[in-house]
């Protein structure tokens, strides 16, 4: 058994403490942009249910995708009274209903026929701001994902920092023996 001294490994020691910071700031990237989705989403429940009139429920297919097939949105106006002043409103969601499938944009056409009645969500602080529905609160619920990547960059880290930097008797394998 050959016993010889072990140098620092230093370049070891960096490369676990860059990759732990890397996945650190990739995985606080997902969780920031996740965290900023549920917030958006959440600002709609404040706002005052409002009765309103769906005045028109059309399909626009003048739009094209990036790889240039047919984009369909659906286009929906509705009118609603607030605090006494009338408003007209054209927003399902916060973002537009779109799909290169139509079958999706007419299911969603279908729960807003034209010359029909339903309630809409108005900001009380800005009442010509409105929406249909409440945007999706689903982004909370995978934040964990990227807290994981956050934990193990910390895991990384911490083991690269705590790694024997030699001095210690080492075995025929290299492996140190105590």
């Known amino acids: 058994m050959s016993t010889r001294s072990q140098s620092p490994n230093l370049a070891g020691k960096l490369w676990g403490v860059a990759l732990g910071i890397t996945l650190i700031l990739m995985g606080s990237l997902f969780v920031w942009y996740l965290w900023a989705a549920y917030k958006k989403a959440t ?6 249910k409002t009765p ?19 984009k369909f949105r659906l286009d929906l106006e509705y009118q609603y009274t607030f605090e006494g002043r009338s408003f007209t409103g054209t927003r399902v969601r916060r973002l537009p209903v779109e799909s290169a499938s139509l079958k ?3 299911r969603k056409q279908a729960l807003y026929p034209a010359d029909t009645s339903s309630h809409c969500l108005v900001n009380p602080e800005n009442p010509a701001e409105s929406v249909l529905e409440p ?7 995978s934040i964990w994902f990227p807290g994981l990547f956050i934990l193990g960059g910390c895991g990384i880290i911490v083991a690269a920092l705590r790694k024997k930097s030699g001095g210690g008797k080492t075995n025929e ?3 140190i023996a105590e």
């Open 43 to 48: 600002l709609t429940d404040s706002w005052i």
């Open 52 to 70: 309103c009139e769906i005045v028109s429920s059309t399909i626009d297919e003048s739009q094209l995708t990036q790889h240039y097939s047919t």
């Open 104 to 106: 999706k944009v007419q």
């Open 135 to 141: 945007d999706s609160k689903g982004s909370l619920y």
């Open 173 to 175: 394998l290299g492996l």
